[in-house]
């Protein structure tokens, strides 16, 4: 196999999810929608009940509206890798995953490039989502827009990793709405898209500690210092970990021979 077969391989899954994506409408709707809300909606109430947040960056008091924004971009990432390893399930169900599978390209390869083409319709998602955020006078740097493009990846590649790795031990279709659910919503509310961790301390230690260590926050935080131009090493380090960790135990589980597909039988 050349390089040829691998960059034809690779653009024609992208491509493949970019058209499924382009054609459900809904999708990309209700993708914003839940963002919106909580920007339009529940910040208000959240002012009011917290007033002014710190914001690391600049370690100065903003409006809470600029405070959740990285938090929401990070939001339409993770449900949207939830969403396309939930294409993976009805895939493997309809058989067209076992047809990708016994492509002569390596299996690592194949999931690597499933993960790029959700990374990349949710980099769409977050971008549309921020367009949306400045006309509501969130102020974010101009060039913020460009410093997050890369965290959005690295984030993006992360979170559609734990996605990934969810749908190799799922069999049915059915049975993976409560799996997400389960693990959409604690990683999204035990983490500090919405509070500062030193407000999430004054509530709780334990809530606190779960908080510092959760992948989505490490991702969330990374987002937020990226959008105002600033670097921030420990969470980059803690997100790209994950990434890796995530990969290869998702590699394991779609391989047939030594993973869960064992006890499944198979693609």
């Given amino acids: 196999m050349t390089i040829v077969h691998y960059w034809r391989a690779m653009w024609g899954i992208i491509g493949r999810e970019l058209w499924r994506f382009v054609t459900q409408r809904e999708r990309f709707i209700s993708a914003l929608v839940r963002p919106l809300v909580w920007l339009f909606v529940f910040a208000a109430g959240f002012r009011a009940a917290l007033g002014l947040a710190i914001i690391p960056p600049y370690e100065t008091y903003i409006l809470y509206e600029v405070y959740i924004t990285p938090g929401l971009c990070g939001m339409i990432q993770l449900f949207n890798g939830m969403q396309s390893s939930l ?18 390209l390596p299996r690592w390869f194949l999931l690597f490039s499933k993960l790029l083409a959700g990374t990349g319709v949710s980099i769409l998602q977050v971008y549309v989502f921020l367009a949306i955020a400045r006309a509501y006078d969130v102020d974010i740097p101009w060039l913020g827009y460009l410093w997050a493009l890369p965290v959005l990846v690295l984030s993006g590649l ?7 790795l969810l749908s190799s031990f799922i069999k049915q279709l059915e049975n993976f709405a409560g799996v997400m659910n389960f693990v959409i919503f604690p990683m999204f509310f035990m983490s500090t898209a919405l509070y500062p961790l030193w407000k999430l301390k004054e509530s709780s230690v334990l809530l606190h500690n779960l908080a510092a260590y959760n992948p989505f926050s490490q991702a969330v935080e990374l987002i937020r210092f990226a959008l105002y131009g600033q670097f921030n090493q420990s969470a980059l380090i803690y997100t790209l970990v994950a990434f890796l960790v995530f990969m290869a135990v998702a590699i394991v589980g779609y391989n047939p021979s030594k993973g869960m597909m064992v006890r499944k039988g198979g693609l």
């Fill in 87 to 104: 294409s993976m399930v009805y895939d493997r169900e309809m058989g067209s995953m076992r047809i990708l599978m016994v492509c002569p």
């Fill in 158 to 164: 992360m979170l559609g990793a734990l996605g990934l």
